[in-house]
């Protein structure tokens, strides 16, 4: 399927304020989609992989708010 080009609002301010909802809602989707990842037993390699970040990454952004969710976390061994 070739690729098209998006579609882009005239209006910068338009255009702008769709990039800025579309990030917010792609933060939403990954904060919900590591933790079902995390209360599934995933590693925090694997969400990384997954996410094509470092463990250290996302372990750094995503571990407080699981912790404060009462997810519990996998420890290294």
């Known amino acids: 399927m070739p690729a098209e080009d998006p579609i882009v609002p005239q209006d910068p301010a338009d255009a702008l304020a769709a990039v800025a909802a579309l990030r917010r809602l792609a933060d939403r989707l990954e904060d919900a989609a590591v933790e079902q990842a995390m209360r599934a ?9 997954a996410l094509g970040v470092t463990r250290q ?3 750094k952004k995503h571990a407080p708010r699981l912790t404060a969710a009462g ?7």
């Open 41 to 49: 037993g995933w590693s925090w390699p694997d969400v990384a992989e």
């Open 71 to 77: 997810v519990a976390l996998r420890r290294r061994r």
């Open 57 to 59: 990454a996302v372990h």
